[in-house]
Protein backbone atom coordinates (compact mmCIF):
# COMPACT_ATOMS: atom_id res chain seq x y z
CA UNK A 1 0.00 0.00 0.00
CA UNK A 2 0.87 3.71 -1.25
CA UNK A 3 0.27 6.73 0.74
CA UNK A 4 2.21 9.70 0.09
CA UNK A 5 2.00 13.01 1.74
CA UNK A 6 2.11 15.86 -0.22
CA UNK A 7 1.50 19.49 0.55
CA UNK A 8 -1.07 21.98 -0.55
CA UNK A 9 1.60 23.84 -3.06
CA UNK A 10 2.27 20.25 -4.69
CA UNK A 11 -1.09 18.98 -4.85
CA UNK A 12 -2.25 22.60 -6.41
CA UNK A 13 0.90 21.96 -8.68
CA UNK A 14 -0.34 18.34 -9.69
CA UNK A 15 -3.97 18.96 -10.61
CA UNK A 16 -2.89 22.31 -12.35
CA UNK A 17 -0.64 19.13 -14.41
CA UNK A 18 -2.88 16.65 -14.48
CA UNK A 19 -5.40 19.04 -16.27
CA UNK A 20 -3.29 21.49 -18.33
CA UNK A 21 -0.32 18.91 -19.63
CA UNK A 22 1.30 19.50 -22.74
CA UNK A 23 0.45 16.07 -23.41
CA UNK A 24 -1.14 12.53 -22.57
CA UNK A 25 2.15 11.41 -20.59
CA UNK A 26 2.49 14.21 -18.50
CA UNK A 27 -1.10 14.21 -17.28
CA UNK A 28 -1.20 10.18 -17.09
CA UNK A 29 1.63 10.87 -14.21
CA UNK A 30 0.08 13.58 -12.42
CA UNK A 31 -2.99 10.99 -12.02
CA UNK A 32 -0.92 8.06 -11.03
CA UNK A 33 0.84 10.59 -7.98
CA UNK A 34 -2.33 12.17 -6.87
CA UNK A 35 -4.23 8.96 -6.55
CA UNK A 36 -1.20 7.36 -4.50
CA UNK A 37 -2.18 9.82 -1.51
CA UNK A 38 -4.89 7.50 -1.15
CA UNK A 39 -3.54 4.59 0.24
CA UNK A 40 -3.84 2.60 -2.98
CA UNK A 41 -1.45 -0.87 -3.62
CA UNK A 42 0.73 -0.26 -7.11
CA UNK A 43 -1.10 -2.97 -8.47
CA UNK A 44 -4.27 -1.07 -7.85
CA UNK A 45 -3.56 2.38 -8.92
CA UNK A 46 -2.16 0.32 -12.65
CA UNK A 47 -5.48 -0.31 -12.98
CA UNK A 48 -7.01 2.40 -12.08
CA UNK A 49 -4.59 4.60 -14.53
CA UNK A 50 -4.66 1.72 -16.97
CA UNK A 51 -0.97 1.25 -17.28
CA UNK A 52 1.54 -1.32 -16.16
CA UNK A 53 2.63 -1.86 -12.74
CA UNK A 54 6.65 -1.48 -14.50
CA UNK A 55 4.81 2.45 -15.62
CA UNK A 56 3.73 3.31 -11.73
CA UNK A 57 7.33 2.37 -10.32
CA UNK A 58 9.31 4.42 -12.62
CA UNK A 59 6.58 7.49 -11.94
CA UNK A 60 7.01 7.05 -8.37
CA UNK A 61 10.73 6.70 -8.39
CA UNK A 62 10.12 9.83 -10.87
CA UNK A 63 8.16 12.22 -8.36
CA UNK A 64 10.58 11.17 -5.52
CA UNK A 65 13.50 11.76 -7.30
CA UNK A 66 12.60 15.66 -8.59
CA UNK A 67 8.91 16.42 -7.55
CA UNK A 68 6.31 17.85 -9.70
CA UNK A 69 9.27 19.28 -12.42
CA UNK A 70 10.90 15.24 -13.21
CA UNK A 71 6.96 14.60 -14.14
CA UNK A 72 7.01 16.86 -17.46
CA UNK A 73 8.46 15.61 -20.80
CA UNK A 74 12.06 16.23 -21.63
CA UNK A 75 11.15 17.95 -24.53
CA UNK A 76 8.26 20.25 -22.79
CA UNK A 77 10.23 21.32 -19.79
CA UNK A 78 10.20 25.06 -19.55
CA UNK A 79 13.34 26.27 -20.65
CA UNK A 80 14.84 30.07 -20.26
CA UNK A 81 16.31 32.18 -23.07
CA UNK A 82 20.79 31.51 -23.21
CA UNK A 83 21.79 33.91 -25.66
CA UNK A 84 22.01 37.56 -25.11
CA UNK A 85 21.49 39.96 -28.13
CA UNK A 86 25.23 39.43 -29.06
CA UNK A 87 24.98 36.24 -29.14
CA UNK A 88 21.77 35.42 -31.24
CA UNK A 89 23.19 38.29 -33.72
CA UNK A 90 26.31 35.92 -34.09
CA UNK A 91 23.49 33.49 -35.44
CA UNK A 92 22.08 35.47 -37.55
CA UNK A 93 25.46 36.31 -39.31
CA UNK A 94 26.36 32.98 -39.35
CA UNK A 95 23.09 31.44 -40.95
CA UNK A 96 23.72 33.96 -43.80
CA UNK A 97 26.80 32.40 -44.78
CA UNK A 98 27.66 29.01 -45.90
CA UNK A 99 30.10 26.67 -43.06
CA UNK A 100 32.67 27.23 -45.21
CA UNK A 101 32.88 30.59 -45.11
CA UNK A 102 32.45 31.38 -41.78
CA UNK A 103 35.38 28.76 -40.69
CA UNK A 104 37.23 28.29 -43.95
CA UNK A 105 40.38 26.95 -41.94
CA UNK A 106 38.30 24.13 -39.98
CA UNK A 107 37.49 20.98 -41.75
CA UNK A 108 34.49 20.63 -39.61
CA UNK A 109 32.79 23.24 -41.03
CA UNK A 110 33.69 22.61 -44.88
CA UNK A 111 30.52 21.86 -46.42
CA UNK A 112 27.88 24.40 -48.15
CA UNK A 113 24.80 23.93 -45.56
CA UNK A 114 24.32 24.27 -42.17
CA UNK A 115 22.48 21.49 -39.96
CA UNK A 116 21.12 22.61 -36.66
CA UNK A 117 24.05 20.38 -34.56
CA UNK A 118 26.64 22.26 -36.94
CA UNK A 119 25.32 25.86 -35.57
CA UNK A 120 24.88 23.90 -31.92
CA UNK A 121 28.61 23.52 -32.05
CA UNK A 122 29.40 26.83 -33.75
CA UNK A 123 27.58 28.67 -30.75
CA UNK A 124 29.40 26.45 -28.23
CA UNK A 125 32.58 27.11 -29.68
CA UNK A 126 32.20 31.10 -30.21
CA UNK A 127 30.35 31.47 -27.16
CA UNK A 128 30.51 28.45 -25.11
CA UNK A 129 26.83 28.12 -24.43
CA UNK A 130 25.52 24.67 -25.09
CA UNK A 131 22.57 24.24 -26.98
CA UNK A 132 20.48 21.86 -27.78
CA UNK A 133 18.97 20.66 -31.25
CA UNK A 134 15.52 21.95 -30.58
CA UNK A 135 16.40 24.98 -29.04
CA UNK A 136 18.91 26.23 -31.96
CA UNK A 137 15.79 25.29 -33.94
CA UNK A 138 13.88 27.82 -31.66
CA UNK A 139 16.17 30.69 -32.54
CA UNK A 140 16.17 30.26 -35.87
CA UNK A 141 12.17 30.51 -35.48
CA UNK A 142 12.67 33.49 -33.67
CA UNK A 143 15.30 35.02 -36.39
CA UNK A 144 12.73 34.41 -39.10
CA UNK A 145 14.16 31.39 -40.69
CA UNK A 146 12.46 28.69 -42.18
CA UNK A 147 13.08 25.45 -44.71
CA UNK A 148 12.44 26.54 -47.82
CA UNK A 149 13.72 25.71 -51.04
CA UNK A 150 16.13 28.15 -53.02
CA UNK A 151 15.58 29.40 -56.36
CA UNK A 152 17.97 29.48 -58.97
CA UNK A 153 19.44 32.75 -60.21
CA UNK A 154 21.26 32.96 -63.47
CA UNK A 155 24.69 35.68 -63.46
CA UNK A 156 26.64 36.60 -66.42
CA UNK A 157 30.59 35.93 -66.35
CA UNK A 158 30.53 39.22 -68.16
CA UNK A 159 33.02 41.78 -66.12
CA UNK A 160 31.75 44.81 -68.17
CA UNK A 161 27.69 43.37 -67.43
CA UNK A 162 26.81 46.57 -65.45
CA UNK A 163 28.19 48.58 -67.81
CA UNK A 164 26.64 46.81 -70.96
CA UNK A 165 23.16 46.91 -69.42
CA UNK A 166 23.65 50.20 -68.25
CA UNK A 167 24.41 51.36 -72.03
CA UNK A 168 20.84 49.30 -73.27
CA UNK A 169 18.74 51.02 -70.82
CA UNK A 170 20.07 54.30 -71.99
CA UNK A 171 19.61 52.84 -75.46
CA UNK A 172 15.65 52.47 -74.25
CA UNK A 173 15.03 55.38 -72.66
CA UNK A 174 15.75 57.15 -75.95
CA UNK A 175 13.73 54.72 -77.77
CA UNK A 176 11.01 55.34 -75.67
CA UNK A 177 10.99 59.21 -76.49
CA UNK A 178 8.08 60.40 -78.95
CA UNK A 179 10.21 62.25 -81.23
CA UNK A 180 11.12 62.05 -84.74
CA UNK A 181 15.14 61.87 -83.56
CA UNK A 182 14.61 59.05 -81.35
CA UNK A 183 16.47 55.71 -82.66
CA UNK A 184 14.31 52.60 -83.33
CA UNK A 185 15.57 50.03 -81.24
CA UNK A 186 15.61 46.79 -82.10
CA UNK A 187 15.97 43.67 -79.89
CA UNK A 188 17.72 40.91 -82.48
CA UNK A 189 18.65 37.08 -82.36
CA UNK A 190 18.20 34.10 -84.54
CA UNK A 191 17.25 30.55 -83.62
CA UNK A 192 17.68 27.16 -85.82
CA UNK A 193 14.60 25.07 -87.01
CA UNK A 194 15.10 21.53 -87.88
CA UNK A 195 13.54 18.67 -89.00
CA UNK A 196 13.43 16.40 -86.27
CA UNK A 197 10.75 17.53 -83.64
CA UNK A 198 12.05 18.66 -80.08
CA UNK A 199 11.06 16.12 -77.60
CA UNK A 200 8.54 17.09 -74.51
CA UNK A 201 6.40 15.59 -72.27
CA UNK A 202 2.57 14.78 -73.94
CA UNK A 203 -0.17 12.72 -73.58
CA UNK A 204 -0.59 9.58 -74.63
CA UNK A 205 -2.15 5.64 -73.99
CA UNK A 206 -0.70 4.22 -71.13
CA UNK A 207 1.64 1.71 -71.83
CA UNK A 208 1.96 2.51 -75.61
CA UNK A 209 4.24 4.76 -77.46
CA UNK A 210 3.67 7.26 -79.20
CA UNK A 211 6.03 7.37 -82.61
CA UNK A 212 6.34 10.69 -84.25
CA UNK A 213 7.41 10.54 -88.10
CA UNK A 214 9.94 11.73 -89.35
CA UNK A 215 11.57 11.43 -92.73
CA UNK A 216 15.30 10.79 -91.83
CA UNK A 217 16.70 13.08 -93.48
CA UNK A 218 17.87 16.59 -91.71
CA UNK A 219 17.38 20.03 -92.84
CA UNK A 220 17.28 22.98 -90.89
CA UNK A 221 16.90 26.83 -91.76
CA UNK A 222 17.38 29.69 -89.72
CA UNK A 223 14.80 32.50 -88.33
CA UNK A 224 16.37 35.73 -87.59
CA UNK A 225 13.96 37.91 -85.91
CA UNK A 226 14.13 41.79 -84.76
CA UNK A 227 11.60 43.03 -81.57
CA UNK A 228 11.00 46.29 -81.71
CA UNK A 229 11.27 47.93 -78.33
CA UNK A 230 8.75 49.66 -76.98
CA UNK A 231 6.18 48.97 -79.55
CA UNK A 232 6.65 45.66 -80.09
CA UNK A 233 6.63 45.41 -83.75
CA UNK A 234 8.22 41.90 -84.93
CA UNK A 235 10.36 41.48 -87.98
CA UNK A 236 12.05 38.15 -89.22
CA UNK A 237 13.21 36.81 -92.38
CA UNK A 238 14.05 32.86 -93.00
CA UNK A 239 17.23 32.68 -94.25
CA UNK A 240 19.90 28.87 -94.67
CA UNK A 241 22.39 29.56 -92.54
CA UNK A 242 23.26 32.01 -89.32
CA UNK A 243 26.48 33.37 -91.14
CA UNK A 244 27.84 36.74 -91.39
CA UNK A 245 26.71 36.82 -94.53
CA UNK A 246 22.52 36.35 -93.47
CA UNK A 247 23.51 38.65 -90.35
CA UNK A 248 24.11 41.66 -93.29
CA UNK A 249 21.47 40.73 -95.37
CA UNK A 250 19.11 40.63 -92.43
CA UNK A 251 20.21 44.14 -91.59
CA UNK A 252 19.76 45.42 -94.87
CA UNK A 253 16.74 44.78 -94.96
CA UNK A 254 15.79 46.38 -91.87
CA UNK A 255 18.07 49.56 -93.03
CA UNK A 256 15.56 49.26 -96.02
CA UNK A 257 12.75 49.09 -94.50
CA UNK A 258 13.34 52.36 -92.19
CA UNK A 259 15.23 54.86 -94.98
CA UNK A 260 14.84 57.78 -92.84
CA UNK A 261 15.47 56.68 -89.00
CA UNK A 262 18.65 55.92 -86.85
CA UNK A 263 18.22 51.78 -85.97
CA UNK A 264 19.85 50.77 -82.80
CA UNK A 265 20.33 46.95 -82.74
CA UNK A 266 20.72 45.00 -79.39
CA UNK A 267 22.58 41.72 -80.52
CA UNK A 268 24.58 38.57 -78.53
CA UNK A 269 27.81 37.75 -78.84
CA UNK A 270 27.97 35.38 -81.70
CA UNK A 271 30.51 35.00 -83.95
CA UNK A 272 28.72 36.35 -86.84
CA UNK A 273 27.85 39.76 -84.93
CA UNK A 274 31.68 40.30 -84.31
CA UNK A 275 33.06 39.45 -87.81
CA UNK A 276 35.30 41.62 -89.45
CA UNK A 277 32.94 42.03 -92.33
CA UNK A 278 30.11 43.11 -90.07
CA UNK A 279 32.28 45.45 -88.19
CA UNK A 280 32.25 47.12 -92.01
CA UNK A 281 29.32 46.71 -92.48
CA UNK A 282 28.20 49.13 -89.59
CA UNK A 283 30.85 51.65 -89.67
CA UNK A 284 29.83 51.74 -93.55
CA UNK A 285 26.20 52.62 -92.25
CA UNK A 286 26.16 55.51 -89.65
CA UNK A 287 22.42 55.44 -89.70
CA UNK A 288 23.14 51.18 -87.72
CA UNK A 289 24.22 51.44 -84.08
CA UNK A 290 25.37 47.74 -82.49
CA UNK A 291 24.96 46.85 -78.74
CA UNK A 292 25.84 44.11 -77.38
CA UNK A 293 24.50 42.29 -74.70
CA UNK A 294 26.45 40.38 -71.95
CA UNK A 295 27.75 37.56 -72.79
CA UNK A 296 26.01 34.14 -71.29
CA UNK A 297 22.93 36.14 -70.53
CA UNK A 298 20.06 35.08 -72.88
CA UNK A 299 17.48 36.66 -69.98
CA UNK A 300 18.39 40.27 -71.20
CA UNK A 301 17.26 39.50 -74.49
CA UNK A 302 13.40 39.30 -74.75
CA UNK A 303 13.36 37.75 -78.54
CA UNK A 304 14.59 34.06 -76.65
CA UNK A 305 10.94 34.08 -75.18
CA UNK A 306 9.50 34.60 -78.55
CA UNK A 307 11.26 31.55 -79.66
CA UNK A 308 10.80 29.48 -76.82
CA UNK A 309 6.81 30.14 -77.37
CA UNK A 310 7.49 29.58 -81.19
CA UNK A 311 8.83 26.26 -80.13
CA UNK A 312 6.10 25.42 -78.15
CA UNK A 313 3.33 25.80 -80.62
CA UNK A 314 5.36 24.46 -83.57
CA UNK A 315 8.42 22.22 -83.23
CA UNK A 316 8.00 20.49 -79.95
CA UNK A 317 6.83 17.14 -81.04
CA UNK A 318 5.22 18.23 -84.08
CA UNK A 319 4.08 15.62 -86.39
CA UNK A 320 4.57 17.04 -89.60
CA UNK A 321 6.89 14.56 -91.92
CA UNK A 322 8.20 16.95 -94.40
CA UNK A 323 10.12 19.76 -93.44
CA UNK A 324 8.51 22.35 -95.76
CA UNK A 325 5.52 21.88 -93.82
CA UNK A 326 7.33 22.56 -90.87
CA UNK A 327 9.06 25.71 -92.52
CA UNK A 328 5.57 26.75 -93.52
CA UNK A 329 3.98 26.66 -89.51
CA UNK A 330 6.81 27.96 -88.71
CA UNK A 331 6.40 31.43 -91.03
CA UNK A 332 2.95 31.52 -90.07
CA UNK A 333 3.12 31.65 -86.57
CA UNK A 334 5.59 34.46 -87.28
CA UNK A 335 3.45 36.10 -89.54
CA UNK A 336 0.60 36.03 -87.02
CA UNK A 337 2.82 37.18 -84.31
CA UNK A 338 3.43 40.02 -86.70
CA UNK A 339 -0.01 41.03 -86.86
CA UNK A 340 0.04 41.17 -82.92
CA UNK A 341 2.14 43.61 -80.92
CA UNK A 342 0.11 43.28 -78.15
CA UNK A 343 1.24 39.97 -77.45
CA UNK A 344 4.86 40.26 -78.78
CA UNK A 345 5.10 43.18 -75.76
CA UNK A 346 3.14 40.78 -73.58
CA UNK A 347 6.09 37.67 -74.36
CA UNK A 348 8.94 39.98 -74.22
CA UNK A 349 7.57 42.28 -70.91
CA UNK A 350 7.11 45.58 -72.56
CA UNK A 351 3.99 46.40 -70.82
CA UNK A 352 5.20 49.22 -68.71
CA UNK A 353 6.40 50.32 -71.69
CA UNK A 354 5.19 53.53 -73.96
CA UNK A 355 4.48 51.51 -77.22
CA UNK A 356 3.92 55.06 -79.47
CA UNK A 357 7.33 57.26 -80.84
Known sequence: MIRLALTEAEQRDLLQLKRNGRNNEERWRASIILDATKGLTEDQLAERNDCSVSGVEKTLARYRRGGVAALRSARFRPHRCKLK???????????????????????HYDRSLWTLQLLVDYIEGHTGVHLGIETMRRYLLQLGWRMKSPKLSCT?????????????????????????????VFYCDEAKLESIPTMRRMRRPRGQPLPLP?????????????????????????????????????????????????????????????????????????????????????????VERVWQEMRRWVTHAHELPEFA?????????????????????????????????
Open 325 to 357: DLLAAAVRWCERLALSPQTTRRLASFQSANPAH
Open 214 to 302: HCGEQHRRYLHGALCYPTGEWYFRVLPRMDTGSVLQFCQALLTDFPDRTIGLIMDSAPAHHSTAFAEFVAANPRLHVQYQPTYAPWTNP
Open 156 to 184: SPDPEYAAKMAAIHSLRERAEQQEPSAPL
Open 85 to 107: APQMALVAEAIRQSPRSVCPDDP
